[in-house]
Structures are given as structure tokens and as C-alpha cells.
């Protein structure tokens, strides 16, 4: 293939981050739990002002997929390897993530809805940086439409890795679908979605269903990977079970792999039909005094292991650049890493 061939088109939700380090009795304030992603309501409408009276904030270009091409660009030896799909206002907002975009070699090709405000993502960080409750204000990211896929189909044609996170199959099912059955008509291409939070499987069942027969890669942590089960059923918490069942769940148009990651503890890797033998990984530790904030952690993991998929590394070598990733993130506030990337791809 060619190296225009050789590229990775993210779908998903743009939004702008704010971040900011605060007390339990704020989440309570907001019925917001340390450790959790939810949907903002009606109660959440002055969220972010109060977070700015009342913390430091810091304002980020993010949404998962985002969040990932970024950190997938970061390993990348060109820029525009990565392309981004979403939906933002015409608003300063959506200039600042162009401009991040931008700077981080990633090509945003976004959609623009003039009527709507860019959405944005309350990011509550807590004990010492190890929990991180977000609160998403979707915004004109809920006005993506398929057309948008159709004008800009040759970003499609050229890519060979298609990334939606659960969040945004909540959004457009219909251009998830196309993504997901154009790669499959072709044999060098992948189709990959994470869970991205267990309210994905417990509401948003019937999107999800929709597309897992057309997964080819699928990522989630335990949490996510646990209300996937309830949902199907399965009476079971044993996390290898579950991964297993995962990669097995039918209708399946050829072969799976599920990755589930449990914090510290081993990352699962388990393949249809046990085509490979299930694999373990073990996590590096880090010190706590390394650890600012795991806001962003888990869309890092999926950006660096998503560029050496690109790059055909074998899979002790992808899980590596994700943890990698992960861990670069977690030293930092917000998803953001350093400028030079020990791993890069040459």
C-alpha cells in the first residue's frame, strides 16, 4: 500500500475540555460520582461556570476519538496520518480545537453547524489525580450527518484503520454503519469501537448491537467490559470470561480481538474462537507521585496502540506503545504529552 493508504480516520465527538481539580462535596453538589462518565442534564447547565469561580481551570481540544488521533499522531514520522471527523459550532471554541488539531499534525475535517453551540466535556479530577468524573455537554456534536461522510468520502477511501468510540454511536449510527461495512469489504482494513463507558451498554444498547457484528478490534475496561455483560446476561465477573465471550458475541463476520484493561492490574487480549491462545500483560507501575491525572488515559491507550496496529507491529509491541501512551497522559494534566515521543514510528 501506499503511505496515503496508510492512514486512520477517527469519528466521534469533538468537544473542548475543561479541567480542573476539585473537593467530593463539589461532585456531590452535581449527583457526580469520582469515578464515572455520564451525560449532562438540565442540573449540569452551570457546571463549567462554577468550575471556573471556583478552581483553576485549564481548557483542552478533546472528546475520546479526538483525544486518540492526537495522541496516534504523536507517534506518527509525517503529519496527517490521522483524520478527524466530527461536528462543532462556529464559535471560539472550535477554533481553539482546530488550532490544537492543527498543531499536533492531526487533520480535523470538521463539520460546522452555525446554530449550535461546540460541546464541551466537564473533566472533575480527584484524589490526587487517580479518579476523574466527566460530564459531557454534547452540543453541535449531535448534529453530525452522514452527507458530512459522503462530501469528504476520499479521507474514507484512503484509510485502513475506522475508529468510533461508543459515545458517538449514540449520535449517528448511520455513518458508524458505513465505516463499519466499508472496511469490511475489504480484507486490510479495520473497524474499531471501545465501549467508552458502561451507560453505553445499559441505554444504548441496540446502537451497540447493531454494529459489534462488524468489529474487527474492540477496546474497554473492565467497567465498561462488566456492563456489556449484565447486559447480555452472561452471570458472570470473572474479566477473562467476559473478554472471551466478547470476541465470541454472534454474529461475528470474521475474526475479533478484544482488549480490556483493569488499571494497574493485567490487560486482557482475547481472540475469536480462541484462534490465539488468550494473552496477559502486565502494566508497569508507576510511582503515585507520577500519577497528576488519568483524565484522557484510556483514549491514549487506544491512540498508541491504534498507530503501531497501523505500523503491523505484533501485539506485545502495540500493547506497548499503548501503555506507553497511557502512562505519558497520566504524568500530565489533561490528555496532553510531551513533544518528543521515545516510540515514534520512523
Not at 447493531?210 to 447486559?231: C, H, R, S, W
Not at 502495540?318 to 521515545?342: D, H, L, M
Given at each position: 500500500?501506499?503511505?496515503?493508504?496508510?492512514?486512520?480516520?477517527?469519528?466521534?465527538?469533538?468537544?473542548?475540555?475543561?479541567?480542573?481539580?476539585?473537593?467530593?462535596?463539589?461532585?456531590?453538589?452535581?449527583?457526580?460520582?469520582?469515578?464515572?462518565?455520564?451525560?449532562?442534564?438540565?442540573?449540569?447547565?452551570?457546571?463549567?461556570?462554577?468550575?471556573?469561580?471556583?478552581?483553576?481551570?485549564?481548557?483542552?481540544?478533546?472528546?475520546?476519538?479526538?483525544?486518540?488521533?492526537?495522541?496516534?499522531?504523536?507517534?506518527?514520522?509525517?503529519?496527517?496520518?490521522?483524520?478527524?471527523?466530527?461536528?462543532?459550532?462556529?464559535?471560539?471554541?472550535?477554533?481553539?480545537?482546530?488550532?490544537?488539531?492543527?498543531?499536533?499534525?492531526?487533520?480535523?475535517?470538521?463539520?460546522?453547524?452555525?446554530?449550535?453551540?461546540?460541546?464541551?466535556?466537564?473533566?472533575?479530577?480527584?484524589?490526587?489525580?487517580?479518579?476523574?468524573?466527566?460530564?459531557?455537554?454534547?452540543?453541535?456534536?449531535?448534529?453530525?450527518?452522514?452527507?458530512?461522510?459522503?462530501?469528504?468520502?476520499?479521507?474514507?477511501?484512503?484509510?485502513?484503520?475506522?475508529?468510533?468510540?461508543?459515545?458517538?454511536?449514540?449520535?449517528?449510527?448511520?455513518?458508524?454503519?458505513?465505516?463499519?461495512?466499508?472496511?469490511?469489504?475489504?480484507?486490510?482494513?479495520?473497524?474499531?469501537?471501545?465501549?467508552?463507558?458502561?451507560?453505553?451498554?445499559?441505554?444504548?444498547?441496540?446502537?451497540?448491537?447493531?454494529?459489534?457484528?462488524?468489529?474487527?478490534?474492540?477496546?474497554g475496561n473492565e467497567t465498561e467490559a462488566e456492563a456489556f455483560a449484565?447486559?447480555?446476561?452472561?452471570?458472570?465477573?470473572?474479566?477473562?470470561?467476559?473478554?472471551?465471550?466478547?470476541?465470541?458475541?454472534?454474529?461475528?463476520?470474521?475474526?475479533?480481538?478484544?482488549?480490556?484493561?483493569?488499571?494497574?492490574?493485567?490487560?486482557?487480549?482475547?481472540?475469536?474462537?480462541?484462534?490465539?491462545?488468550?494473552?496477559?500483560?502486565?502494566?508497569?507501575?508507576?510511582?503515585?507521585?507520577?500519577?497528576?491525572?488519568?483524565?484522557?488515559?484510556?483514549?491514549?491507550?487506544?491512540?498508541?496502540?491504534?498507530?503501531?496496529?497501523?505500523?503491523?507491529?505484533?501485539?506485545?509491541?502495540?500493547?506497548?506503545?499503548?501503555?506507553?501512551?497511557?502512562?505519558?497522559?497520566?504524568?500530565?494534566?489533561?490528555?496532553?504529552?510531551?513533544?518528543?515521543?521515545?516510540?515514534?514510528?520512523?
Amino acid at each position: 500500500m501506499s503511505q496515503e493508504e496508510k492512514s486512520i480516520l477517527g469519528l466521534g465527538n469533538p468537544l473542548l475540555d475543561v479541567i480542573a481539580t476539585c473537593n467530593e462535596d463539589f461532585l456531590k453538589k452535581y449527583d457526580l460520582e469520582a469515578n464515572n462518565a455520564i451525560l449532562a442534564e438540565a442540573k449540569h447547565e452551570k457546571l463549567c461556570a462554577d468550575m471556573s469561580e471556583q478552581f483553576k481551570v485549564q481548557y483542552l481540544a478533546g472528546g475520546s476519538v479526538q483525544n486518540s488521533m492526537r495522541v496516534a499522531q504523536w507517534f506518527m514520522p509525517r503529519p496527517n496520518v490521522c483524520s478527524f471527523f466530527g461536528c462543532v459550532g462556529e464559535d471560539d471554541f472550535a477554533k481553539q480545537m482546530k488550532s490544537k488539531a492543527d498543531e499536533d499534525g492531526v487533520n480535523a475535517v470538521y463539520m460546522v453547524d452555525p446554530k449550535t453551540a461546540t460541546g464541551t466535556c466537564a473533566c472533575l479530577i480527584t484524589k490526587n489525580g487517580k479518579c476523574r468524573s466527566l460530564c459531557a455537554y454534547l452540543g453541535a456534536s449531535q448534529k453530525f450527518s452522514i452527507d458530512h461522510v459522503h462530501k469528504n468520502f476520499d479521507y474514507v477511501e484512503s484509510s485502513r484503520i475506522f475508529y468510533v468510540s461508543g459515545f458517538h454511536l449514540i449520535i449517528s449510527l448511520e455513518p458508524t454503519l458505513l465505516l463499519a461495512k466499508h472496511a469490511h469489504q475489504f480484507e486490510h482494513k479495520l473497524f474499531v469501537i471501545n465501549l467508552s463507558a458502561p451507560y453505553i451498554s445499559q441505554f444504548y444498547s441496540e446502537q451497540l448491537l447493531q454494529v459489534m457484528p462488524y468489529v474487527d478490534l474492540l477496546f474497554g475496561n473492565e467497567t465498561e467490559a462488566e456492563a456489556f455483560a449484565k447486559m447480555q446476561k452472561w452471570e458472570t465477573n470473572d474479566m477473562k470470561i467476559i473478554a472471551q465471550k466478547l470476541a465470541d458475541w454472534q454474529p461475528c463476520h470474521r475474526p475479533r480481538t478484544v482488549i480490556v484493561t483493569q488499571g494497574k492490574n493485567p490487560i486482557i487480549v482475547a481472540y475469536t474462537n480462541q484462534r490465539l491462545p488468550m494473552e496477559m500483560f502486565t502494566v508497569p507501575l508507576l510511582n503515585d507521585n507520577e500519577i497528576v491525572d488519568t483524565n484522557g488515559a484510556g483514549d491514549a491507550f487506544v491512540g498508541g496502540f491504534l498507530a503501531y496496529r497501523l505500523a503491523a507491529k505484533p501485539m506485545a509491541e502495540c500493547i506497548k506503545a499503548a501503555t506507553f501512551a497511557a502512562q505519558e497522559v497520566i504524568k500530565q494534566s489533561g490528555c496532553v504529552f510531551p513533544k518528543e515521543n521515545r516510540m515514534k514510528l520512523v
